[in-house]
């Protein structure tokens, strides 16, 4: 072969190897999805996994077709606006967040990324969206009605304990929702002839003084749901258990760790909902132009075992319309 001809066939060579990278080059970038979480990962890890599970089948597969950086922000707001700054630089191209503190930090953080919020208690009182139909802005998701369904766990509360008088309220005071959601008990405990005990928190080290304080001012107990209050989640059903209290939570994953009842948005379902909201934006369509939605499953979860710990009687009634029961 000739010099000439050798250096030809070497050239086409390296053109040849060359190929692959050129393609590879040109191949779109994965679009990413920034998760800011409220409380620690364990809390939501049945809700991170319908979320997951909803994205691949809508053909969103993590590490495939789409990257997804999870960040927990340990129910800390100062963390929250800590990781929504750095999905900005890192210019995600959707930030779900769960709860409204995450999602306030989030908006303020960008006016430009969209956002979709998994769970937000009162989206349109809270200012992240302009009206429920048409939202406006770069935020979108799904409204857990929390303040709303204050008045029904309040009578399922008095269903179990038909001697109630005195409920004490775990309340971030810090917490803007909270103070929704405690006006609205305190709306449905005055029909009901109730007297409001608040256990006020701002902080963890809050939490065991506040029950401390608890002791014989109470019949019942009602805990929302909040960054700081499901952050601390193994902390307060120990309390809990400890106080000898009928509780009412707002999500079921307490009734599962033992306590007795909870009645409120099927939390997978709106994960499951919050990545076909995902999907949309990801194929171009605009946040301001997709509605919030309205919870569409509510379950009620009772823990039988507890409720004989405690020596309450469950009516067969309520047994009956129970999603599910913990023997």
Same mark, same amino acid.
């Given at each position: 072969m000739s010099d000439i001809r050798r250096r030809e066939f070497i050239t086409l060579l390296g053109s040849a190897a060359a190929w692959p990278l050129?393609?590879?080059?040109?191949?779109?970038k994965m679009p990413t999805i920034g998760y800011l979480g409220a409380g620690p990962r364990q809390?939501?890890?049945r809700w991170i996994?319908?979320?997951g599970q909803r994205l691949s089948d809508l053909g969103w597969i993590e590490g495939r077709s789409v990257a997804i950086e999870y960040r927990w922000g340990e129910g800390r707001n100062e963390r929250f606006a800590e990781i929504a700054a750095e999905f900005v630089s890192q210019k995600v191209d959707v930030i779900v967040t769960s709860g409204t503190p995450t999602t306030i930090a989030a908006k303020q953080a960008t006016s430009i990324i969209p956002i979709v919020f998994a769970t937000a208690g009162d989206p349109l009182g809270a200012g992240l969206v302009a009206s429920l139909a048409r939202p406006g802005g770069n935020v979108t998701g799904l409204s857990v009605q929390q303040a709303d369904l204050a008045a029904k766990r309040l009578e399922l509360l008095r269903e179990i304990a038909p001697d109630l008088r005195r409920l004490a309220f775990v309340a971030n005071i810090d917490s803007s929702l909270t103070a929704l959601e405690m006006g609205e008990v305190k709306k449905a405990a005055s029909a009901l002839s109730l007297e409001i005990v608040p256990l006020e928190i701002r902080? $963890? +080290?809050?939490?065991?003084?506040?029950?401390?304080a608890l002791k014989g001012r109470a019949d019942a107990l009602y805990v929302p749901s909040d960054p700081l209050i499901n952050s601390n989640r193994p902390q307060i059903n120990a309390l809990v258990r400890n106080a000898r209290l009928p509780t009412m939570y707002?999500? $079921? +994953?307490?009734?599962?760790?033992?306590g007795l009842i909870s009645y409120g948005p099927n939390r997978p379902d709106l994960y499951r909902r919050a990545a076909e909201l995902v999907d949309k934006l990801l194929r171009g369509a605009k946040p301001a132009d997709i509605p919030v939605e309205?919870?569409?499953?509510?379950?009620?979860?009772i823990n039988l075992k507890t409720a004989k710990a405690l020596g309450l009687e469950i009516p067969p009634t309520m047994i009956a319309r129970a999603d599910e029961v913990i023997e």
């Open positions: 050129a393609a590879r080059a040109q191949q779109p809390v939501r890890s996994a319908a979320f902080r $963890r +080290e809050d939490i065991a003084p506040a029950f401390n707002s999500v $079921r +994953e307490y009734v599962e760790a033992g309205q919870p569409t499953k509510f379950e009620l979860v």
